[in-house]
Structure formats: C-alpha cells, structure tokens
C-alpha cells in the first residue's frame, strides 16, 4: 500500500525540522545527491533513508568522511558504526531499523478475553517485569501516552463468592499481556513503541494494543509511525499487517 502525497509531505516536513533542515530540503535538489546536514554539537550520527531522498546527520569530520560510502553501506549499522568511531572512540550503535508509517485505523476484531488499562501501574509493572534491552527498545519510558492490555477478570461484588478484603491489591496483580505508547514528535508524527510480556509473547497481544495507539495518534491528527529493527521480522511483519507502509529506514550511532 502506496502513502498518499498529503501524508509524504507531512513525513518530510517532519523529518526536515527532526535533521535540522530547511522545510523544504527534501523536495528540492537532486535526489541522486544526498542531503547533507552538519550539527557540530549532535549527540548522534543519523543515517535515514525516506522515500526517494537520503540524509546524514552528525558533525562536520563524520559527514565528510561519509562521501566515500554509497547509501547503501551507510544504511548498515556495521559500517556507519565503523565510519564514526575513527573520529569518536567511543561511539556505540543504536540500531538500524525500516520507518513505516500508516493512514487508516486498523481494523482489529474485538476480544473478550482482554481489556484495555489506562493505569500507570500496568505499564509500569510490564517494564519491570520485562528485559531491560527489550524495555529500552520499546520507547515506552519516553512515551507521553500510553496504554495496557490486560487480561479480562470478572470483579468480585462485596459479599459475592470470591470477594475478600485482598481483592484490590489482587486487581493491582491482574496480569499484563501487553503495552504500547507513543511519543510525539514534531506536533506531527506519533512514535509507536510496544513491549509484550515475555511470557505472552507470539500471541498477538502486541498487535492489539498497538493499534488502540494508532487510532488515538489519528484522534489527535497525528502520523504513525513504526520503526521496525532491520533484524526483527516479526516486528516489520506486525506493521505491515496492521496497515503500515514502508518509506526508509533510519541508522543511528550514539556519540561518546
């Protein structure tokens, strides 16, 4: 599925003030030339690949010593990870990954056997519970919104069999399948980030809360956007089957 121009020009736009460019530095020039955008004082070296356009950004010995590389070799972790530690040591990848993004709510069945919490505590006590490199992947710690997918347990009325005293602390224990957040970027574009609980993992739950945060991001007037790790398929393949449309990819390395 093709992205319309209305929604292109919104990515752009986006990404344009994200690199520090001018508003329109992706729609002019020469697409066979790569834009370039030096920031002396950037914290990381980015690589992205948006349409028919590609743009490095970092400082001004990095970008330079990039001209010898086709987009090719830079879009791989590997090789701009190499390129920038000749002039930073101490530079670490933070991943490459495909930059998706969608124009329709899902259209996800129903389930009765799950909810949808509102509830801090329920994302907060899936991180806990959930590796730290997979936490740190997800985005949900920077996530301005976000929601839970529990699993659906019948409430005990007072009196009722089953009711006790405990039965509140017993709801603050309900287990979590899944959450999903999203973090804004630009006023125009919503970062998706989903984490499932690594014993429900494989079951679609990640899916499902998912696309509660893209049609809230479409509530809002909002772009999703899904960054899918380049060695993740089953995350490229969740997207996809969601209703996202592949437009690049973006490499990043961490500064020392």
Do not use: N
Not at 93 to 102: I, V
Request: hydrophobic fraction near 45%; glycine fraction near 8%.
């Amino acid at each position: 599925m093709s992205l319309t121009e209305q929604t292109r020009q919104i990515v752009k736009l986006a990404w344009c003030r994200i690199l520090d460019l001018e508003d329109t530095d992706l729609d002019l020039g020469d697409p066979r030339v790569r834009v370039e955008a030096v920031a002396e004082d950037a914290a990381a070296v980015t690589f992205v690949r948006l349409f028919d356009r590609t743009v490095i950004f970092g400082p001004a010995e990095v970008i330079g010593e990039a001209r010898r590389y086709s987009d090719a070799e830079l879009a791989r972790e590997r090789t701009l990870l190499s390129l920038v530690r000749a002039h930073h040591s101490g530079a670490r990848a933070l991943g490459a990954a495909h930059l998706l993004y969608c124009e329709e709510p899902p259209q996800i069945r129903p389930r009765a056997d799950v909810a949808v919490s509102f509830e801090p505590e329920h994302v907060t006590g899936l991180m806990a519970a959930s590796p730290a490199d997979d936490v740190a992947a997800s985005g949900l710690a920077e996530a301005g919104w976000a929601a839970a997918l529990v699993e659906d347990r019948p409430s005990s009325a007072p009196g009722a069999p089953g009711h006790s005293e405990g039965s509140a602390a017993a709801d603050s224990r309900e287990q979590v399948l899944a959450a999903a957040g999203r973090e804004v970027w630009q006023q125009m574009i919503a970062q998706l980030g989903v984490l499932t609980h690594p014993a429900h993992r494989g079951s679609g739950h990640g899916r499902y809360i998912a696309s509660v945060v893209v049609e809230e991001a479409f509530v809002d007037g909002l772009v999703p956007q899904w960054r899918a790790a380049l060695d993740t398929e089953a995350s490229h393949r969740a997207a996809i089957r969601l209703g996202f449309s592949e437009a690049g990819s973006q490499t990043t390395v961490l500064l020392d």
